[in-house]
């Protein structure tokens, strides 16, 4: 005789709980002294800490640079900028943070801090810094986006973690090497005022590092003009 299963119908299905995974946001181990990590974690998003050859934070499929307002202008003048700007292109989803404007302006037009030259207190004009920030729009296709602190920094972070994509940014890319005429030219833009064009014809006339240094700054006036004066003031100065 068979026996039969009795079915409890009141008996109530246990529901399997479904493990929800915090947001993940990589962090280059140089931002470790910003305090942008800890917000996030008190946003609830988990941070691991790693070496990251190109940009500062990778979230889901997103490469984000971060540069404070004083950082910003710095690695505007050095040209840094532009170097990580080319290696970003690695990336089909980057962003550019630049933060701190709630205590620190960009630029400025007028003002008790700007000097008869038109540059203001930062040491760069309001214009040629309006034409950078159009240069990462529309040359290097970057978005940026302005925030008040690390605070607001964090926040625009954690919104951009719990974007419905299961696609994450790729660790395996490099940074840029630059060839010998390349690290020359580099160099070069270093100085004020010289641009890739400039730092090109220098560079054509001189032949090397070491001839352009001990130019006179009669030779310096006949390819470079009045920028001759300061190029050789810093060729001159001691540490």
Not at 13 to 28: E, G, L, M, T
Not at 58 to 82: C, G, H, P, Q, Y
Not at 162 to 175: D, G, I, R
Request: net charge positive; glycine share 6%.
């Amino acid at each position: 005789m068979k026996t039969k299963t009795i079915v409890n119908i009141f008996s109530k299905k246990k529901k399997k709980r479904k493990i929800h995974q915090k947001p993940r946001v990589i962090i280059d181990y140089r931002e470790k002294n910003s305090l942008v990590g800890a917000e996030l974690v008190l946003l609830g998003l988990e941070i691991e800490f790693r070496e990251l050859k190109v940009a500062d934070y990778l979230v889901k499929d997103v490469a984000i640079e971060r540069k404070t307002v004083n950082d910003f202008i710095s690695s505007m003048k050095n040209k840094r900028l532009l170097k990580q700007l080319e290696e970003l292109q690695q990336y089909k989803n980057k962003l550019l943070i630049i933060e701190g404007i709630d205590g620190q302006e960009l630029y400025t037009d007028s003002g008790p801090e700007e000097i008869s030259s038109g540059e203001n207190w930062i040491g760069m004009h309001p214009n040629a810094i309006r034409g950078f920030l159009l240069s990462i729009l529309l040359k290097y296709k970057v978005p940026i986006i302005f925030t008040q602190n690390y605070k607001d920094t964090a926040k625009f972070i954690s919104v951009l973690s719990k974007k419905q994509t299961k696609k994450e940014a790729s660790l395996n890319v490099a940074k840029k090497t630059l060839n010998k005429k390349e690290q020359l030219q580099f160099i070069v833009e270093g100085f004020p005022g010289i641009g890739p064009t400039t730092a090109k014809k220098l560079l054509k006339e001189f032949k090397s590092l070491k001839n352009l240094g001990n130019a006179s700054e009669e030779e310096l006036k006949k390819v470079i003009g009045k920028k001759a004066e300061l190029v050789k003031q810093i060729i001159d100065r001691k540490y």
